[in-house]
């Protein structure tokens, strides 16, 4: 159990080999919002998680007080709250009411005691190409608020705040969903540098169509260079990061395969401990010598190259 837990601890004891990052602690609700239909935004009290996690990373949380259910759930960082003088002092993530826990999370209220540990998980790796393009799926929108932030130099994450070098010249998020109602923060995603392409299935707000074809847009583009406003070559040196439904994954994952492009896909398995005890979130991971093995989505994941999954 890590001794930098502030408030009080319960719950599974963190094993600090696997997740020296993680602290656990039992703390409170500061704020639940809605985000969309059936969707709301969690903001916990939690300094020493915000201070330490980074995009694409996630928490397991579980009520503070009983027995149901027993395991926690997790939920990907959407963003760090902060105080006056920028110190972090809280988490928020984005959920959609799915079954036991989540149902129970609608009824939560600012004070409400809440048990989380974290950061966990690897998270998105820092930018690294001209091109970002973030394509997300219903609430797998939620990691990529961090992600952008920091691509476009507006926030820093991590301790020690951990530094893009290289910022892309562009920053692109296709972001796809079943209807308008169920659009998710987009007010949050209205950021300078941002370029924001929404699809939705039924037509009722942006593209008509799936989120994969917005990517198939972008991916065709040229890139254009700055000085001139004029088209200068093919969209290259592209980097795609993915969350959302598995079949869309792997359509996004496809896309990128044809393209040579590289494609990292933040997983959503289901998790019993979220820190490498129970091997209840393992997949089918290839590696390096072309042979398969299982990892652990909650350790070596959840983010992994699309390359390296074999998608079902
Ligand atoms: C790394 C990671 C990050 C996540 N981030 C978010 C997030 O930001 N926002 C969000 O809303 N959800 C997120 N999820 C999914 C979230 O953890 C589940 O929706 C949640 O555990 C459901 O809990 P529950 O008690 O309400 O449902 P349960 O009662 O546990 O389950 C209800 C039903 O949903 C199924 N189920 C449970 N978890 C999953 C899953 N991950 N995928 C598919 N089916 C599942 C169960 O098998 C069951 O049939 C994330 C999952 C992972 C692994
Ligand atoms: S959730 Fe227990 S090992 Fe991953």
Redesign the pocket.
Same mark, same amino acid.
């Given at each position: 159990m890590s001794q930098e837990s502030t408030v009080c601890t319960a719950g599974p004891a963190l094993l600090p080999g696997m997740v020296p990052q993680a602290v656990q602690l039992t703390t409170v609700v500061e704020d639940i919002r809605p985000m969309a239909q059936n969707?709301w935004a969690v903001r916990l009290r939690a300094p020493e998680i915000a201070a330490r996690i980074t995009p694409g990373q996630?928490l397991m949380l579980r009520p503070a007080h009983g027995s149901d259910?027993l395991l926690g759930?997790? +939920?990907?960082l959407?963003d760090v709250s902060a105080d006056a003088d920028g110190v972090p002092t809280g988490v928020e +993530?984005? +959920?959609?009411?799915?079954?036991?826990?989540?149902?129970l999370?609608i009824h939560w209220k600012s004070g409400t005691e809440v048990t989380v540990w974290g950061p966990l998980?690897n998270g998105f790796p820092v930018p690294q190409h001209r091109n970002l393009i973030c394509v997300a799926g219903g609430?797998g929108q939620?990691?990529f608020l961090a992600v952008i932030r920091e691509a476009l130099g507006q926030r820093h994450y991590g301790a020690p705040a951990r530094r893009v070098t290289v910022h892309p010249e562009s920053v692109t998020l296709c972001y796809g969903v079943r209807s308008a109602a169920f659009l998710a923060g987009l007010d949050d995603f209205r950021l300078p540098g941002l370029d924001l392409r929404v699809a939705t299935d039924d037509g009722s707000f942006g593209h008509h169509g799936f989120v994969t074809e917005l990517l198939r847009q972008r991916l065709s583009e040229s890139r254009q260079t700055p000085a001139s406003g004029q088209p200068s070559e093919p969209l290259n040196d592209t980097v795609v990061y993915c969350c959302g439904p598995v079949p869309m994954m792997k359509a996004v994952a496809e896309i990128c395969r044809d393209r040579a492009v590289p494609c990292w896909l933040?997983?959503?398995?289901?998790?019993a401990c979220g820190f490498g005890a129970c091997f209840s979130?393992v997949v089918k991971v290839m590696e390096s010598d072309g042979s398969w093995d299982y990892r652990r989505?909650?350790v070596e994941?959840?983010v992994f190259e699309a390359t390296r999954l074999a998608l079902t």
């Open positions: 969707t996630f259910p759930r997790p +939920f990907a959407y +993530f984005g +959920f959609v009411r799915v079954g036991k826990l989540t149902s999370m998980g609430i939620t990691p933040s997983l959503e398995t289901p998790m979130c989505t909650c994941g959840p």
